[in-house]
């Protein structure tokens, strides 16, 4: 299938290009910066995905990934706005099979930046809409929402021991994910699935399922 992602130079959006080269897929990344991919299905593209009138003429694309974001730079501008007029290009016509949104679990906690937290929740009610506009070409738009993920977005908390125990506290299965995990689940949400639609799947591992209770232990 031709697959369009955004975002794919590095991190997640990296390891979603080289799941689906893995598997003979026909890829076009879109990012600001140049990639050290090489492979012979991948075209990439030099163009930040907020410069509408140079975004690329990629015809009859099937499966389209909106990963590119940011936090703290513009964040409702990338992560949001651009994301619509990306999948408006894109994703809106005949040929589609998936839409596939990155949005984050601060779109259902509100946590981290005030922004980030409104462009990501943008992200799910909009994946929504869409869900109900693409159904009529028996297509499907979800959302993928990661909570902490090992990508050099990240590294300014994973490199600060005092920082990254307080975060594992935080986190039931005490690790963060990788980002060839978050790409099996792209890979999975956007092939293999076929009839869920309109969902936003939390992937943070039981981070926000945590609660602090607190009680005293001879006092039942």
Same mark, same amino acid.
């Given at each position: 299938?031709?697959?369009?992602?955004?975002?794919?130079?590095?991190?997640?959006?990296?390891?979603?290009?080289?799941?689906?080269?893995?598997?003979?897929?026909?890829?076009?990344?879109?990012?600001?910066?140049?990639?050290?991919?090489?492979?012979?299905?991948?075209?990439?593209?030099?163009?930040?995905?907020?410069?509408?009138?140079?975004?690329?003429?990629?015809?009859?694309?099937?499966?389209?990934?909106?990963?590119?974001?940011?936090?703290?730079?513009?964040?409702?501008?990338?992560?949001?706005?651009?994301?619509?007029?990306?999948?408006?290009?894109?994703?809106?016509?005949?040929?589609?099979?998936?839409?596939?949104?990155?949005?984050?679990?601060?779109?259902?906690?509100?946590?981290?930046?005030?922004?980030?937290?409104?462009?990501?929740?943008?992200?799910?009610?909009?994946?929504?809409?869409?869900?109900?506009?693409?159904?009529?070409?028996?297509?499907?738009? %979800?959302?993928?929402?990661? $909570?902490?993920?090992?990508?050099?977005?990240?590294?300014?908390? #994973? &490199?600060?021991?005092?920082? @990254? =125990?307080?975060?594992?506290?935080?986190?039931?299965?005490?690790?963060?994910?990788?980002?060839?995990?978050?790409?099996?689940?792209?890979?999975?949400?956007?092939?293999? %699935?076929?009839?869920?639609? $309109?969902?936003?799947?939390?992937?943070?591992?039981?981070?926000? #399922? &945590?609660?602090?209770?607190? @009680? =005293?232990?001879?006092?039942?």
């Amino acid at each position: 299938m031709k697959v369009l992602i955004t975002g794919s130079s590095q991190g997640i959006g990296k390891a979603i290009a080289e799941r689906f080269l893995k598997d003979g897929h026909t890829v076009i990344g879109i990012d600001r910066q140049e990639t050290s991919i090489t492979h012979v299905h991948y075209t990439h593209c030099v163009c930040d995905v907020r410069d509408r009138e140079h975004l690329p003429p990629v015809e009859d694309v099937e499966i389209l990934i909106n990963n590119a974001g940011t936090q703290n730079e513009d964040d409702i501008d990338v992560n949001l706005k651009a994301l619509i007029q990306v999948t408006e290009k894109y994703g809106i016509q005949s040929h589609i099979r998936s839409v596939l949104n990155i949005g984050s679990a601060s779109g259902h906690t509100g946590a981290e930046f005030p922004e980030y937290a409104a462009s990501k929740g943008g992200v799910l009610a909009y994946t929504k809409n869409v869900a109900m506009r693409v159904a009529a070409f028996g297509a499907t738009c %979800n959302s993928l929402d990661p $909570g902490g993920v090992l990508t050099p977005l990240n590294e300014c908390v #994973i &490199n600060d021991p005092v920082l @990254w =125990k307080r975060i594992m506290e935080e986190t039931p299965l005490k690790r963060w994910a990788t980002p060839e995990e978050i790409a099996e689940w792209a890979y999975f949400l956007t092939v293999t %699935n076929t009839f869920c639609t $309109g969902q936003s799947i939390l992937v943070d591992g039981g981070e926000a #399922i &945590n609660y602090h209770f607190v @009680w =005293k232990d001879d006092c039942r």
